[in-house]
């Protein structure tokens, strides 16, 4: 009597144990870094406290755009832009009524996200980012939790591999920020998941299917509220899901007419909320050869290998050939553009942190590659292609002058994207790595994972000019309440491990939920499979 029981319970836990770990390294996260920290925090925390209107804490001003809050919120991010020193600054910020500008009109981000955000907003603001912080872990942690629920084995490992491969340091930082670019990152790297589920199942009326329609609309609107060019990912996983799921859309002309539909929806989302990137005055360097300054789009190019390093935690590019203080002087010089790490521009991520995650991500695509058929492949390019272009289209609308640097946080979703479909697999029955693999993928990954929220931890406390494992220092700074710095360097090790083994288990967990059982085969389709012959699932067997 308890054997189907236990048996459910065991099925049920490869999803529970990874969103209780996700869950804690969050926390960890959240406490690594001090209120105001991550880029542009500052911005966002006036934004949410001033979302509802006028307030004891916010009030607009006679001034349009200006409104009138305390010092600490106003000037919270008094770190940025010092990464040799702590962040102690934030000691001498006041109650003190002041005047700021930098607050979200409306024209820079949508305000769906700040109107959340301010249900937490109280008197005392340390506290209320951090609600805020772990606010946002749960978002995440739950929409992952439902997407690996919902999700086709397929789908499944290959989110759970891209996932565990590529979210610490930059994705589980900005998600466990009050930077809404963590809504933007979990909602635009689970929608695909979620899409090609309800693309991909017999009938629209099963039970996978309508929870899949749920958790892609609930991804629309947490990326969409989050950052409005969010649109731009949506609309390029929605064309790579359906080169993957052609098999199951030709012939089928209600889930193809559904297909197509999403796409002028999403274009017309782009094209009103982002017209800013379609202005298309686009100029761009021819450079001075004699002084070793080439064309500023090759230049550009020639560095993108280490940007794309740079978008896994790694650290800024530079012309190889040639950097000096005088460069900008030199006719024809352009700027690559390129920013990194995580938190505020000026948070170095340590290289044995950025070169192990960056292996690690090259060992899941190359892992992925195993199993390819010329869908995959053209999305793949096609993916590729896009990222390179709005990389180009972006600088070349700056002139190529430092004016608008291509932040890592812009593109990480689209990248999460890229390595999960590069990750997809079949037959479905297979795990696309081996227990030696998975054992690999943990110890090298834990160390990364670990490095980085050390050396996160220990910018904010000591200042990047102390060394980032000279821990036993006192810090200069730290939140007046919760465990110390070594206690949540600790724990975040732990949990980066534990999320890391479950992980894993889910990658590697060839099983079924009760979700699935539904679909299970019966009858003639039952006999087929246990005879292990080929039925029709427009998957490619590699």
Known sequence: MNRPSSAR???????????????????????ASPTGASADEGFHITSAYCAWGDSELCTHSDIPGVVEVPDRIANASCMAQLGNESAACVYALTNDIVETAEVNNGSKYPPVYYWVMRAFAGPDVDRSVLIMRLFNVTL?????????????????????LAWMACLVPMGIYFIASVNPSGWAIAGGALFWV?????????????????????????????????????????????????????????????????????IPLV????????????????QFPAGNPDMDQPNAVVKMLVELPTFLSGILGGQVSYWAQRTASYDSEIPGFSWAGYSYGVGSLDVQNPEISSLLVLACVAGVVFLGLRSYGRRKVVALALL???????????????AFQPVSSLQPRYFFALVVVIVSIAAVTFPRSRSPINKGQAALLIITLTIADTAALMATVARYTYGQSHSWTGIADPPAWWWSYGPS???????????ACAWLVAM???????GHLDLEASNRPTGDASRLSSLNLPTHQGEPHA
């Open 194 to 262: 979620f899409l090609y589920t309800m693309l991909t199942e017999p009938s629209f009326k099963d039970r996978r299917a309508i929870a899949a329609a749920v958790g892609a609309a609930i991804c629309i609107v947490i990326a969409m509220s989050a950052r409005a060019d969010s649109a731009f990912v949506l609309l390029l996983s929605t064309i790579a899901v359906g080169l993957l799921a052609w098999p199951h859309l030709k012939g089928r002309m209600k889930r193809l007419w559904l297909l197509l539909l999403a």
């Open 504 to 510: 894993a288990r889910v990658v590697m967990w060839t």
């Open 384 to 398: 590729a292609v896009a990222l390179v272009g709005q990389l180009v289209v972006m600088r070349g609308l700056a």
């Open 140 to 160: 995440a942690a739950g929409l992952l939790a439902f997407a690996l629920a919902v999700a086709r084995p397929v789908a499944r490992r290959a989110a759970a």
């Open 485 to 495: 710095p070594l206690v949540v360097m600790v724990i975040g090790s732990l949990a």
């Open 267 to 282: 274009i017309g989302a782009t094209l009103f909320n982002v017209g800013r990137y379609v202005q298309l005055d686009l």
């Open 9 to 31: 319970v065991r099925r049920w836990s490869i999803i529970a144990v990874p969103t209780i770990a996700f869950l804690v390294l969050g926390w960890a996260w959240a406490f």
